[in-house]
């Protein structure tokens, strides 16, 4: 039960039509007995348990509301509507489509009666499909980071930059306007390496709403990069959990960006590479001041002349590597096993 309501919504946006402004209030603030659907999207936390609202009076505290829609899951055509609503797009499109929609619940007679507003489609981006294995054989120090990703079989070869935002640095920027100077940075190097092969690696979720959770950034300000790598766990302190199902997301197989996840507990990561490595930030832009403490651009052949970067990951498992490549040994075997 803890775990329902640690992972339910806690709080909800709306629009506040006597100030004018959009706000984002906790629930007990906004739901109670005027919402006409309240049982069917809330259930109560009443002594350790979770009880089905039979009407709409909420007995006890407020704060005991869960967000679970168990009844209108269980107990309405919302399920079933959404089942015809999203086969019958997918036939038009020929893929499966990413949709926002309303839903609107009323009771008559007793019975509820749901009616879904479609605002907006579109087809899911997809990367393109390929069988991929895990190299063979890889040197311990020339495996640069492993980790996971939810696209499985996929590879980015001649990575010959990376662009490197260090956990700590982020966590410690003081305000918005100093993150804004990062993000801005992260721009610029986007559009001055748009011809060449480079990965983005950083603390957190990219692109998401929250600063808190990882690199505030948007689709226009990384989409020169193969991949998205987000660093979690360990000293980062971020969960990990993949930010699925976002437009962001969405943005990111539409341009065949692939998202890694780096969990730094489990997962290799080479940290000396990464923050001992010489920064060629001002090779590309004028960096406004601090920001090279906040925001690496590694060139792959400092660690090694005439070596690039090659990340793998595995069609079967979604297993990811990303490995230095010695150009004057390419052509050895058992380094590499990629099928197109």
């Keep these: 039960m803890q775990s329902i309501r640690h992972y339910s919504q806690q709080y909800i946006d709306l629009i506040d039509l006597k100030s004018n402004l959009f706000r984002t209030l906790p629930v007990h603030e906004v739901l109670g007995p005027q919402v006409p659907a309240l049982r069917y ?199 990990d959990e993949p930010s699925l199902g976002t437009h962001f997301f969405q943005d990111l197989l539409e341009g065949q960006i692939y998202p890694i996840a780096v969990n730094l507990s489990k997962d290799k990561f080479q940290r000396e590479f990464f923050e001992a490595s010489p920064n060629h930030l001002s090779d590309w832009i004028t960096p406004e001041a601090g920001l090279e403490a906040r925001l690496r651009l590694i060139q792959v052949s400092d660690a090694s002349p005439n070596s690039h970067l090659d990340l793998v990951i595995d069609d079967a498992t979604g297993q990811a590597l990303a490995f230095l490549v010695h150009e004057h040994e390419i052509s050895s075997e058992g380094r590499q096993v990629i099928v197109p």
């Design 41 to 239: 999207i809330a259930q109560i936390d009443s002594d350790g348990y979770i009880h089905t609202m039979h009407a709409n009076f909420i007995e006890g505290d407020p704060h005991s509301l869960i967000l679970t829609f168990d009844e209108l899951l269980r107990h309405t055509d919302f399920p079933a509507f959404m089942r015809e609503l999203l086969a019958a797009l997918e036939g038009e499109y020929h893929t499966p489509v990413d949709v926002e929609f309303t839903a609107k619940v009323e009771e008559h007679q007793g019975k509820p009666q749901v009616q879904i507003t479609l605002i907006q489609c579109r087809p899911l981006g997809t990367i393109k499909e390929s069988v991929y294995l895990l190299p063979q054989n890889v040197p311990l120090k020339d495996q640069i980071f492993s980790g996971k990703s939810v696209v499985s079989g996929g590879s980015v070869q001649n990575v010959h930059y990376i662009l490197y935002v260090p956990p700590e640095a982020y966590f410690s920027i003081p305000n918005s306007a100093e993150r804004n100077k990062l993000e801005r940075a992260i721009g610029k190097l986007n559009a001055a390496l748009a011809n060449e092969t480079f990965i983005c690696v950083g603390p957190g979720r990219w692109g998401t709403s929250n600063p808190d959770l990882g690199v505030h950034v948007d689709y226009g300000d990384i989409y020169n990069a193969k991949a998205l790598v987000e660093l979690t766990g360990g000293p980062v302190g971020i969960p």
